[in-house]
């Protein structure tokens, strides 16, 4: 566990201390509550990371270390959470001091465990010869100091926000803030002309920046600092000037934003300061958000951005700090795009897009002059980094045109206009690079942008929701021509098309009445065509990485929930919803098995899952259709048999192949066992909560049988497996109308006898957890909990049907009858257990009885010691301490297990 993770453990749990004492201040007591179980349990996984590191070192020496019980930890923890629960103070407060006092004898020995190891491994290495290799340095030792130029922009905000002076760094940030709420203050309540007060802030801050040239060569760091301080209250100064009026012109304020502007380029670039740069140029973007007369017009933002962008990329043309182009675009595209949408108008739609154009070219004109640097410069101090640098080519112009498509949303002409007019400038980048021995990856750049403006004309010069059909076959069309050709650029295109499509069948889902069907039918062939074409050849599937791969799932997605939503409305019949679930789940197959003969790995099984995922979903939903009165109602056998036998085949495509349960065993199994049980529901629709179990009970007798070496044993393995059968043995309990249909005896009849089956399978699933590597100390508490649970509801029920006693209501505590069965059978559980484990020397096992008659004495104390008056609890007593000596005289704590 590395020392990062130990900071955030600690954060984590420091954070939850503190909310939970503020909840409880404020009588937000559930709140605390809530922070107190999440504090037990960060706190159980901190000891489960504490312990799993002496394991694995002992293991790697071939060392054997005690394995020491969080049970306790658990049965505390419990105890804590049922004081809370029934408000008794007193009985929280001795649940977590036994937690806090189990805690730290476990952390104890788990110490004194470590200094035994660390003792015997030293010991068996001075027995061996060592031997000495000459590893290299760490790399913060290698590594020399780069460039900023040469480091990712994340790179960078890390190197700048911890390293150097941090103090010196937050104070700056302080003044900053300090200088706005200055001039917030000064525009508002001081006596002095609004002028004069302005003229001063600037006069401060001229000062400061001249101060800070004086002192770079003293203190280049601090200078630096107070040059950037000095540069950004000018910028805010002006701001507010010319929002106040004191500079009345937008013409004189630009002259001195670009004055401003100017020195700070000046002073960046004889200083060879990138730091001064940034922090003046953040300080330019942010200043129009500190306003507090009115907010500025789209059109201004926009076209204040312009000109810092251009200041930027004179400054860049020289200097090769590519990362200050980052900064512009993401400023640019991120605050100034969402600022637009929000306050931009239609009256304003021209303005904008000079402006949009008017960027475009900045950022086009930095991609020419980062070729030609990539051209001059020494390649080894560039460091290209293609994802990042070659992405800021792309991003540029195809964020400009997006935000230019929405503006003319509805003239397919400007639309049309403006692709050629981007597939004619980077024609021209292109043949200019090509000539001008800049890297290739730099022309094909260029190149694939004119291919990608140039395959925007046609579909948008379609007529109305024919478009989207044009985004959609030519996305295929190019697809696997890029699949062929083996070209990244034209599959991101066909998935630029694709996407387009998709956003824009949903404009037309919304504004046309009635929707053209023909549009979805064939967005959903091709999202199938384009699933189906990536995984017919090796060298296709060879090309898919995780973007492709994320796409196509997305795809699968879509696809399965169009062509169910437009089959429903194909079928005329009453139960067209299963029809409908029945020919996707069809066609899913079909899909299976056709690329299976060349995949079975992760690139379709995960766009397979995504595809069957809402067919799961769209199986519930059928199913609640359906019931009534807590049984399920069929309108035919034929329905019923339809969506048993598909949901049974959407279950067989969840598992097949098996490796799947290798990627994604939580997935694959929540998903196989849904379907299952979905199927299951069909078999006795009368009786559901029986029903729904049968098949899952027979895959896991089966899976049972299956070698340890298969993969099967993983589908139990998994959390949502866990998950789900826990869900069912507490939902059936409680919720269940048809638990006395057929009672004859208790346990013989067909609720007892499932349930049973159930717990059986339950505690399998546990030991599968077990052998997995999972917590043993919890898995151990479920156990108990779940076999109490069951148990006790077995006899509820009995009692209910011979005697008359409560169900599934609060009296069932103030019932004497119940209190004393119920004591009689977790005793007796908790006799049997501790007896087979004293004869077979199993001490885990005696532990677990052993906390049956901890539940048994909180249940005395808690229950009935407060009827102490009753026959019958005097008899709970009585029978529970007798048994217990019993306990202690016929089956003691077993010292340690038998070995095999």
Not at 109 to 120: D, K, T, Y
Not at 199 to 212: F, K, N, P, R
Not at 781 to 805: K, P
Request: with cysteine.
């Amino acid at each position: 566990m590395t020392t990062g993770q130990n900071e955030l453990r600690m954060m984590w749990l420091i954070s939850l201390v503190i909310v939970a004492l503020s909840a409880w201040y404020l009588d937000y007591e559930i709140i605390s509550y809530l922070c107190g179980l999440g504090f037990l349990i960060s706190v159980m996984q901190y000891v489960n990371a504490v312990q799993q590191p002496l394991e694995d070192t002992a293991a790697q020496h071939q060392l054997s270390v005690p394995s020491y019980s969080k049970v306790p930890l658990y049965i505390s923890s419990l105890i804590a959470i049922v004081g809370g629960a029934i408000d008794l103070k007193w009985l929280m407060g001795l649940g977590v001091t036994a937690w806090i006092f189990f805690l730290l004898r476990w952390l104890q020995r788990i110490e004194l465990s470590m200094q035994q190891l660390q003792h015997r491994i030293k010991f068996l290495s001075s027995s061996q010869p060592i031997e000495f290799h000459n590893t290299p340095l760490p790399a913060f030792q290698q590594t020399p100091q780069t460039e900023p130029a040469s480091s990712s922009l994340i790179e960078q905000i890390q190197r700048w926000i911890f390293q150097g002076n941090p103090v010196l760094k937050a104070a700056i940030g302080i003044l900053v803030i300090g200088i706005i709420l200055l001039l917030r203050f000064a525009t508002e309540h001081w006596q002095l002309s609004l002028a004069m007060k302005l003229g001063l802030i600037a006069l401060a801050s001229v000062a400061v920046t001249g101060l800070g040239y004086r002192l770079i060569e003293k203190n280049r760091s601090f200078a630096l600092a107070l040059e950037g301080l000095g540069l950004g209250a000018l910028f805010l100064t002006l701001f507010f000037a010319y929002y106040n009026l004191v500079v009345p012109s937008l013409l004189l304020a630009s002259i001195l934003f670009m004055l401003v502007m100017a020195v700070t380029l000046y002073l960046s670039f004889k200083q060879n300061s990138f730091e001064l740069t940034v922090m003046a140029v953040l300080i330019a973007y942010i200043a129009p958000f500190t306003l507090p007369v009115r907010n500025a017009t789209a059109v201004e933002l926009i076209a204040y951005y312009l000109v810092i962008n251009v200041g930027v990329a004179m400054l860049t043309s020289l200097k090769p700090w590519k990362i200050l182009n980052q900064i512009a675009f993401l400023v640019t595209a991120i605050v100034g795009g969402s600022y637009a949408l929000v306050h931009g108008n239609t009256s304003e739609r021209y303005s904008m897009t000079s402006l949009i154009l008017a960027h475009s070219s900045v950022f086009i004109w930095l991609g020419l002059r980062f070729s030609q640097l990539l051209a001059k410069a020494d390649l080894s101090k560039f460091q290209l980094k293609p994802i990042l640098d070659i992405a800021l080519i792309f991003a540029a112009p195809i964020t400009a045109y997006i935000f230019l498509y929405l503006i003319h949303f509805d003239d397919r002409s400007w639309q049309a206009g403006l692709s050629l007019i981007y597939a004619v400038v980077f024609a021209g980048c292109w043949f200019w690079s090509r000539h001008s021995h800049t890297l290739n990856i730099i022309a094909n750049s260029y190149l694939s942008l004119m291919l990608i403006f140039m395959a925007l004309i046609p579909p948008i010069l379609l007529k109305g929701e024919w478009s989207v059909i044009g985004w959609a076959i030519e996305g295929v069309l190019i697809y696997c021509w890029a699949l062929e050709k083996n070209l990244k650029v034209g599959q991101y295109l066909s998935m630029g098309l694709m996407i387009m499509a998709g956003l824009s069948s949903l404009y037309y889902l919304v504004e046309l009445n009635p929707t053209p069907r023909h549009i979805f039918w064939t967005l959903s062939g091709c999202y199938l065509a384009v699933i189906l074409v990536s995984q017919l050849k090796d060298k296709y599937i060879q090309q898919l990485d995780r973007l492709s791969i994320g796409f196509l799932s997305l795809l699968s997605f879509s696809a399965s929930l169009t062509l169910f939503a437009l089959l429903e409305e194909e079928f005329h019949l009453p139960d067209a919803h299963i029809y409908s679930l029945a020919t996707v789940i069809l066609i899913y197959a079909a899909l299976n098995e056709i690329i299976l003969r060349k995949n079975q790995d992760w690139s379709w099984l995960v766009p397979k899952w995504c595809g069957l995922t809402p067919l799961v979903f769209a199986g519930v939903v059928i199913a609640i259709d359906h019931s009534q009165n807590a049984i399920l109602v069929w309108d035919s056998l034929l329905a019923r048999l339809i969506f048993g036998i598909s949901t049974l085949l959407l279950a067989w495509q969840w598992l097949r192949p098996s490796v799947g349960l290798q990627l994604s065993k939580e997935w694959v199994s929540l998903g196989a066992l849904g379907s299952l049980a979905l199927a299951s529901l069909c078999l006795i629709p009368s009786m559901p909560y029986i029903s729904m179990v049968i098949l899952p009970l027979g895959l896991c007798f089966w899976s049972y049988r299956q070698s340890i070496d298969s993969a099967w044993p993983m589908l139990w393995q998994s959390n949502s497996t866990l998950i789900l059968m826990a869900g069912w043995l507490l939902c059936s309990q409680l919720l269940s109308q048809q638990a006395f249909e057929f009672y004859l005896l208790p346990i013989l009849n067909p609720f007892d006898l499932v349930s049973i089956a159930m717990l059986v399978g339950f505690i399998w699933m546990l030991l599968q957890q077990i052998r997995a590597g999972r917590d043993k100390g919890m898995m151990a508490v479920l156990m108990v909990l779940s076999l109490l649970w069951l148990s006790s509801y077995i006899v509820l029920r009995a009692l209910h049907v011979y005697l008359g006693t409560p169900l599934n209501s609060l009296e069932v505590w103030n019932n004497a009858t119940v209190q004393l069965s119920l004591t009689i059978l977790w005793v007796l559980l908790a006799f049997a257990t501790m007896w087979i484990a004293t004869l077979k020397s199993l001490k885990p096992m005696w532990i677990l009885g052993g906390s049956i008659l901890v539940i048994v004495t909180l249940k005395l104390v808690l229950f009935d010691l407060s009827h102490i008056g009753t026959l019958t609890r005097v008899l709970s007593f009585l029978l529970a301490g007798g048994v217990m000596l019993l306990i202690a005289y016929v089956a003691p704590m077993p010292e340690g297990e038998k070995k095999a």
